[in-house]
């Protein structure tokens, strides 16, 4: 049911006039005609009898018309609550997060945010498989590298992030350190898998050594825990042990070479989701990475 043609018969019946109605509406006769025609077809009744000095409602016609008018006042309604919400830091947010930074960096973050902005609704998924923002009920989301699919709109985050190689002081006491990347060959190297993919390849500038080991997760916050239990050594976003290595619960090895890149970035379908409260987030979120970097 198209609302141009219920809008046709909400200003025929108030104006007695298709010709009025059509003036009104910026339309044609004929266009106005159509629509009526159409409405007629779609219901299978008789809504408007017409002559040529005169229009009229059928008995039919007058009972549906209270209902067309219900509909485009919910349709207006709606219209003005969207752009009310498009105005303000209000609403439903629904956001994925990988897990490991979700759960032991971003969760505490998006309480502060949470508390600033108390109209926001939040719906959260922690999970290292990647939403499909056009299918999940997801509008936004946190990944780390930039989206293989260009029709997303993603904004940086922390650009300048990178992996490091990392384990912890009981594994490195019992093993001892890796002095080059080919040295991890000779360790026991924990590694993540997303979908059906294991990443035992470790990037170091042009170079990528084969790693291996004798545990591999689909969840990164479980590789993070094998290391800090003295299991072996890990490959993380630096934001996801940074906390760690602060606290010496982990040791960054390898520090003379250079790593893979893992900026992290805000990915969203379209331009039309960045609500106030996506960009408010993006800004927050940016400036709680800058300062966590000082």
Not at 7 to 27: F, K, M, Q
Not at 68 to 96: D, M
Not at 145 to 153: A, K, Q
Request: a neutral charge; proline letters at 5%.
């Amino acid at each position: 049911m198209r609302t141009d043609d219920l809008n046709v018969l909400v200003y025929a019946a108030e104006h007695g006039s298709l010709s009025a109605a059509a003036r009104e509406l910026a339309i044609t006769p004929a266009v106005a005609s159509v629509a009526i025609k159409r409405l007629e077809d779609a219901l299978g009744t008789r809504l408007l009898v017409r002559s040529t000095r005169s229009l009229r409602l059928t008995p039919a016609g007058a009972h549906y018309l209270v209902h067309a008018k219900t509909a485009l006042r919910a349709l207006a309604e709606g219209e003005k609550e969207l752009h009310r919400e498009r105005q303000e830091i209000a609403g439903e947010l629904s956001l994925s997060m990988p897990s490991d930074l979700g759960r032991n960096v971003l969760l505490g973050w998006l309480d502060r945010f949470m508390a600033r902005h108390p109209q926001l609704r939040l719906r959260l998924r922690v999970s290292d498989r990647v939403s499909d923002l056009f299918r999940q009920p997801v509008e936004i989301a946190l990944r780390y590298g930039v989206p293989e699919d260009s029709s997303l709109v993603a904004l940086p985050l922390k650009s300048d992030n990178h992996r490091v190689v990392c384990a912890a002081p009981s594994y490195i006491a019992q093993h001892g350190e890796p002095a080059t990347p080919e040295a991890l060959c000779q360790h026991n190297c924990l590694c993540f898998n997303l979908g059906e993919r294991v990443h035992n390849q470790w990037q170091f500038g042009s170079e990528r050594i084969s790693v291996q080991g004798n545990r591999v997760s689909d969840d990164a916050e479980c590789v993070r825990r094998w290391a800090l239990a003295g299991e072996g050594i890990a490959y993380k976003s630096r934001l996801d042990v940074q906390a760690d290595l602060d606290a010496g619960r982990l040791v960054a090895l390898l520090a003379s070479f250079s790593t893979e890149p893992a900026p992290l970035y805000l990915v969203c379908p379209h331009r039309l989701s960045l609500t106030p409260a996506v960009v408010a987030l993006k800004d927050f979120l940016i400036e709680r990475l800058q300062e966590d970097a000082k």
